[in-house]
Every structure is written in structure tokens, then in C-alpha cells.
């Protein structure tokens, strides 16, 4: 097992900005992180259909966008954006998934979320202690959405050794870790922790324990995790818990080149060096990109960013850092 240490940063990354949740109703998904969650509407708007949120592509008829945040926090918002739900077919689903919102009180939060359509909970709050992997005991709650893929609450119950875990002083904080699942493994930690320098909190190898409590795994089904950080030192500022699963336990594309559509859609990152990072992906070569353009709409309409195609045909976004 590797672990990073509590003064390692990240150069490139920042926090983690952003993630992006492509939704069939985006009235309710709004309702439900506002009324029920307790976040606040930043920002809303239209994504035209010649600023397509992919690759700036004219496909498509313009979709609404609604921005929720935690009160107080600069970072770790939800971008709702129209499209349609993730289909689901019983597997886990595979690319970015899970989102992780940091909640004062997880049981106060799951008798809110008790009867909300479409929010089926997969287990009741549970305890964790993920101690021996570096990390620290926590209590969480685990949904399926509306949108096909999975809500987390989390909070803390004893402290990480020699770092701070994610807290909110009101009930519902910021996204501090988004899911992201392969049977690539490799090549896609290769893009984390190589090229953009994340440095890994956690670094195993799992046939039981916790991981598999939450996502009822069978005994002995193996998962490789790796916890990768962004920004300063400890926990860092947002991070990516990449997963690597065999191909039969993840969602089944029809082809190969199909590529996922709803549910937790991209991620973004944020940098105070958006040309670092640009070249190097291209330096790796093993990675698509964009240009460097400046963003037209959105929560981040004015700043400069590029998007990368990951290991998995997952999206990242790398937008500027503004000045404070």
C-alpha cells in the first residue's frame, strides 16, 4: 500500500471545482439539493447548442443549467444540466459516479432524502473505519438518483492521522470526492497521478472491508482503489477515489465507441496555470484535449479551460483559477 504524505500538494489542481449532473427533471434535481439539502442556487442559465459542454459542437437544442453550492464555500458546486437519466442495468455504473457531499449530521440527512422519488436508498447509514488505509472512521449514506447514478453523504467521525477530514459547519457542505470507475485501471491512474501529479492519500488493493459493505460486493470481487488528491496539504481541496473493476461487473456499453450519457457527466478542476496543465497532457501524448479557449456560458463563463478525454472516455475539465 503507497500513501502520500500529509505535505504533498498538488502544482497543478487546485480544488475541485465543480461536477457536472446531467438530468432528466432539473426542477426536481434543483428541489432536492435545495429544499431537501440545504444548498443555494449560485447561478442559472442556457447552454446554447453551439457551446455544447463537451467539445463546443453544434449538436443538439440548447439545455437549461442550474448551478447549487454550499453556503460559504468557493468550490465543490453542482453544475444540473438538462439531458437524459443514466440508464442502469444492475452493474455498477462505470466513468464518473458517485458524488460525495461532506453533511454535518448523515441520519438528519437520510430522513430528509426518506421518500423522494426516485432516491432509492442502498444501505442505511453505516460507520466505516477506513483507519488502516490512512484514512479515518466515517459515517455514510449511499442513493441511487433519479439520474442513474449515486449520491454520498459523509461525515466525519474521528480525524485522518496527521490531516484534516472534510467538515461543514452547515448541514450540507461541498462535493469534497467524485467516483470514477474502470476496468483500465493503469492508463486512467496513469492520467491522475502521473501526468497531472495528484498525489495518492490511499493506494490498495481489496477483496473485502468496508468498499464492498457499501456497494454490497460479493466476497473476494477485486478492487483496486487509489485516492488522489488536489490542492494544499492534507485532505487537499477535492479529490478523485478512482476504482478499477473487472469488465464484468461494470455497466455494459451496446459498442465500444458508444459514449455514457447522464448522470455525473464531467468533472472540473480548477488551476492557477491552465497552460501547465495543457502541456502536460500534450508532453504525455496519451490523452485527447481540446484548445484553451474561454468559456462562453456556464457557471465559468469568462475564464479560459480545455477539456481531456481520460482512460475511460471520462471528461475533465481544467478551467482558470480566478484571482482573489
Known amino acids: 500500500m503507497k500513501r502520500a504524505g500529509v505535505d504533498e500538494t498538488c502544482d497543478l489542481l487546485d480544488e475541485l471545482a465543480c461536477v457536472w449532473v446531467g438530468v432528466a427533471d432539473i426542477d426536481e434535481a434543483t428541489r432536492l439539493f435545495t429544499d431537501i439539502l440545504g444548498l443555494e442556487l ?3 442559465g442556457e447552454l446554447s447548442k453551439a457551446v455544447d ?3 463546443g459542437s453544434t449538436v443538439g437544442d440548447p439545455r437549461r443549467w442550474i448551478y447549487v453550492q454550499s453556503s460559504g464555500e468557493r468550490f465543490g458546486g453542482i453544475c444540473l444540466f438538462e439531458d437524459e437519466a443514466r440508464r442502469y442495468d444492475g452493474s455498477l455504473p462505470r466513468g464518473w459516479d458517485s458524488v460525495e457531499l461532506v453533511v454535518a449530521d448523515v441520519d438528519a440527512a437520510a430522513s430528509r432524502l426518506a421518500g423522494v422519488p426516485g432516491a432509492t436508498a442502498l444501505v442505511e447509514p453505516f460507520t466505516s473505519d477506513l483507519s488502516e488505509m490512512g484514512s479515518n472512521i466515517h459515517r455514510s449514506g449511499l442513493w441511487r438518483m433519479p439520474w442513474g447514478t449515486h449520491l454520498i453523504l459523509t ?3 474521528t480525524e485522518p492521522e496527521s490531516r484534516a477530514f472534510p467538515k461543514t459547519q452547515s448541514g450540507t457542505g461541498r462535493v469534497f470526492e467524485v467516483h470514477l470507475r474502470t476496468d483500465r485501471f493503469e ?3 496513469h492520467l491522475y497521478a502521473d501526468v497531472l501529479g495528484m498525489p495518492m492519500l490511499i493506494d490498495v488493493e481489496l ?7 457499501a456497494w454490497s460486493l ?4 477485486p478492487v483496486s482503489m487509489s485516492f488522489l488528491k488536489s490542492g494544499g496539504f492534507g485532505t487537499g ?3 478523485v477515489e478512482l476504482q478499477g473493476h473487472p469488465t464484468s461487473e461494470l455497466q455494459t456499453l451496446p459498442s465500444p465507441d ?5 448522470g455525473t457527466a464531467m468533472v472540473t478542476f480548477a488551476s492557477k496555470d491552465v497552460e501547465a496543465v495543457y502541456d502536460a497532457i500534450k508532453s504525455d501524448g496519451g490523452f485527447a484535449t481540446t484548445p484553451v479557449n474561454l468559456i462562453a456560458e456556464g457557471p465559468f463563463a469568462g475564464r479560459r479551460s480545455f477539456r481531456i478525454l481520460g482512460g475511460e472516455s471520462e471528461r475533465l475539465e481544467i478551467v482558470e483559477q480566478p484571482a482573489v
Open 42 to 44: 449560485q447561478g442559472k
Open 155 to 157: 461525515a466525519g467521525v
Open 258 to 262: 458508444e459514449q455514457l450519457v447522464g
Open 218 to 221: 460479493r466476497k473476494g470481487h
Open 53 to 55: 459542454i463537451w467539445d
Open 237 to 239: 481541496d477535492g479529490a
Open 187 to 189: 492508463q486512467t491512474r
Open 207 to 213: 477483496t473485502e472491508g468496508p468498499i464492498h459493505q
